[in-house]
């Protein structure tokens, strides 16, 4: 029998709802069935939180120094923090950014390294680890600097709909300067990309949604849909890539025209990440396209005001976990269909004619 995946979970801020929505989700027997579950953080404050659940049965858990000695059919857990770390649940402090940071560091660190075959993060308080020295706006950035990445997506999941983001974490004034024909062609193939290895689409059909109020307006509320973004949707349609557009945002969430397409491509983060919100909350998920291993996070935040109060809802740590685990098979089994289509399209180098030259 295969190994079951390795599933990497860091805690995030230990304060906010993290280790709630771990553990509600990880008493679910069908996870442990898919995955061996391996939480970067504290057997100390994981107990604590336990403690605040009312509604959760036995969890079997295992305390581990490094992710192989993970028991399979276990919740295990890998002591990376200090033993005089406690929880202050709802509050905001820089011992529990410190931990956030560790456990992320810890966690990516045996990603990269193959100890573990996939990483879910929970929610971090940004700003909290920036002053404690974190030096980045989020998951994602870390994560393509730590990985050397070429060029990372942001891309939002739910059943119904997939949303990538031109821009991320920047300011709202900073967008249409940082908006590029050759940004938004990229973010297309990414995007196309992952439909097809990620997410088993094949042939995905992406609308581009676009920068201005009615797209501009004829010139009239902007010309970057004139200027930037229909020259890119024309190159992505030349390099034989389905994009659409670009539409108007209000009218094509609100017409619900998104049923239409495999994927969503938006130029800002509020701009993608609101109607997605609105529409998938509670199962909605965010996954790190372009890079080389699996990554994904629920798609909310640390929700301090929930914290310690046993109503945080974890459908969407469950849907992130789940994600995780369809990507990682994807990929593996997108991998081989390819590396199976090489070989049979390779001729026999065994039969060669004289002065040996392969015939074509």
Known sequence: MARKL???ITQGDSNGIGYEVIIKALSDERILELCTPVIYGSSKIFGFYKKQLHNIGQINTNLISNAREAHPKRVNILNCLSENISAEPGLSTPDAAKAAIISLQKGVEDLKNGEIDALVTAPINKRAMDNEGFGFTGHTEYLKKCFDADDVTM????????????????????????????????KLRALKNSMERDFGISSPKIA???????????????????????????AASDEGILAFGPYSADGFFGLGNYSRFDAV??????????????????TGVNFTAGLPAVRTSPDHGTAYEKAGKDVADPHSMISAIYTAIDVYNNRRAFDELQENKMNISMPDNSIKPKGGKIIE
């Open 6 to 8: 390795i599933l990497g």
């Open 155 to 186: 891309i939002m999941v739910s059943e119904r709909l997939k949303v990538g983001i031109v821009t991320s974490h920047i300011p709202l004034k900073d967008v249409p300067g940082s908006l590029s024909q050759e940004k938004i062609l990229k």
């Open 208 to 234: 581009v949604l676009g920068l201005n109020p009615h797209c501009g307006d004829g010139g009239l509320l902007g010309d970057e849909e004139q200027s930037i973004i229909l020259p890119a949707i024309n």
């Open 265 to 282: 491509l938006a130029m800002y983060h509020d701009q993608g990440l609101a109607p997605f919100k609105a529409l998938a909350f509670e």
